[in-house]
């Protein structure tokens, strides 16, 4: 670590076999090794510098560590593009470049392995996210300028079609002003605000409102925020000092009387479109209500996958609990399990969902792709097809297909779909238990809407494979019981 007038620069070496990933959300890039990056965060990423919606100045290596500078200036990231000599041959590094900061607090997280160590790095920053399990459902956003009673229309769409749906998200008209927010109801389009939420609620949707931080003028908080903003507008906003308590106090007790929680896992970003996607894909067609000829057969391809994200839902709440409480990210690059698969490195297009499921998406145009199943066993989800591993196939899912892998030895409890969680809700679960042998798995089990769970009201339900029978046992203080375990089925 140097300072000097200019700033400060951290050299950190690099091996020649290492590989390095992370800055937070980079869609344009993967194995970072060899390039420049500069976190920053901007909604219009340009040529990969490192400008995205989430970035962070964490990486981590597959040598089984990662480094956080702790620092909000701009920071340059040079990794593995500069080089020294030294008394023997050149090394790499990777350069971190402060300027203007006059010392620097660097935290290195230990493994021994990439897992563990993003593990020390989550739980450090206070663990992960568990979101209320209804948030685990399908949402979906309508037509921006959509009134209450398209709303409503299309809200009684999915109920009377049996197609899974938790939230629907208004777009910015639900406001009177968007770009800055007054965050007030935009009574030509939303005659009876409280009547919608009643309605909507009454159907189990919750409402998702489209808004960001920077205050309208015309507002109601933008006189209480005047003085607890920064210096700067956006959108002629105040964009408010939430480093300030009485400032997030003003805009959380406004927040209060509003339905604004969306959490980015299954979504319809369909605010341009009169209808669902799956009805008439081509956007002008769609807004002229010419639907597909096609159209039925797709709604029931669309119904049968998304009742698929249903019967997981418990299985992916309980990965996000392992995301609260242990650190491990529910949704992962194969190379943080399989950090010494060189194969592995360069492969962005896969991912572990929680520790037995492997997603091999397709993407658009795409009706095969080949896939790379690490070491080990594993069966295909839909057909139960066995897969040595360490070898790469071609698969060919039909329309109502997701391709998915099961690692051998996992326990996948699998739930009856529901059309939307309810509180109070029980889930019919069935555990599918892949390969020979005895083994175990679990579940995470609280009320799963409030926070509860803070104060030590869950329970860790401990699912056992054990002489040809399935065991059950819970561990915790949760008096309810948001799982029933129905059966148990081999998968060999």
């Not at 408010?240 to 509003?258: E, G, M, N």
């Not at 992962?332 to 896969?350: C, H, K, Q, Y």
């Not at 969902?353 to 790379?372: D, F, H, K, M, N």
């Amino acid at each position: 670590i140097t300072v000097n007038d200019r700033g400060t620069v951290v050299e950190i070496p690099l091996s020649d076999s290492e590989h390095i990933y992370g800055f937070g959300l980079q869609m344009g890039s993967f194995d970072q090794r060899g390039l420049k990056k500069r976190p920053i965060v901007n909604d219009n990423p340009l040529n990969d510098l490192g400008y995205t919606h989430g970035p962070t100045t964490f990486y981590v290596s597959t040598k089984g560590y990662g480094v956080l500078i702790n620092t909000a200036r701009y920071t340059t990231f040079y990794c593995g593009t500069t080089r020294k000599s030294g008394d023997g041959a050149a090394t790499e590094y990777v350069t971190v470049d402060i300027p203007g900061a006059k010392g620097i607090d660097l935290y290195v997280f230990d493994g021994p392995d990439m897992k563990t160590a993003v593990q020390r790095y989550n739980l450090f920053s206070g663990g992960g996210a568990l979101p209320a399990i209804w948030g685990l459902g399908v949402k979906y956003r309508v037509k921006a300028d959509f009134s209450q009673s398209q709303v409503d229309t299309m809200a009684a769409y999915f109920r009377h079609n049996h197609i899974p749906c938790d939230v629907l998200g208004l777009e910015p008209k639900w406001q009177t002003a968007a770009y800055s927010c007054s965050y007030v109801w935009n009574t030509k389009l939303f005659p009876t605000p409280n009547g919608l939420i009643d309605s909507m609620g009454a159907m189990g949707f919750h409402l998702n409102l489209w808004e960001h931080a920077f205050t309208s003028p015309q507002s109601p908080l933008y006189a209480p925020l005047k003085n607890k903003a920064g210096d700067y507008l956006v959108w002629n906003g105040l964009v408010p000092d939430f480093a300030d308590p009485a400032a997030r106090k003003i805009f959380a007790d406004y927040r209060r009387s509003q339905t604004a929680v969306l959490s980015a896992q299954t979504l319809f970003n369909s605010w341009y479109l009169q209808h669902p996607p799956w009805l008439q894909i081509n956007i002008g067609k769609n807004n002229r209500n010419e639907l597909m000829d096609s159209a039925a057969i797709v709604e029931a391809a669309i119904r049968q996958l998304l009742q698929l994200r249903m019967s997981l839902v418990p299985y992916l709440y309980s990965a996000f609990a392992d995301y609260h409480f242990k650190g491990v990210p529910p949704f992962r690059a194969l190379v943080m399990d399989w950090p010494s698969d060189v194969n592995t490195f360069g492969i962005s297009d896969e991912y572990m969902i929680g520790s037995g499921l492997l997603a091999a998406p397709l993407t658009a145009g795409e009706t095969s792709r080949s896939v790379y199943l690490p070491a080990g066993v594993w069966y295909d989800f839909n057909t139960n097809e066995k897969f040595v591993g360490g070898k790469t196939y071609r698969i060919h899912p039909s329309l109502s297909q997701i391709p998915l892998f099961v690692r051998a030895g996992t326990i996948l409890p699998l739930a009856k779909p529901v059309e939307y969680i309810p509180s109070g809700v029980t889930f019919d679960v069935t555990c599918y238990v892949y390969g020979d042998g005895d083994t175990k798995g679990g579940l995470f089990e609280d009320d799963g809407y409030t926070f509860n769970y803070e104060k030590g009201e869950y329970d860790w339900v401990e699912l056992a494979w054990k002489d040809h029978r399935g065991v059950v046992m819970r561990k915790g203080n949760f008096k309810g019981a948001l799982y029933k375990i129905s059966g148990w089925k081999v998968i060999q």
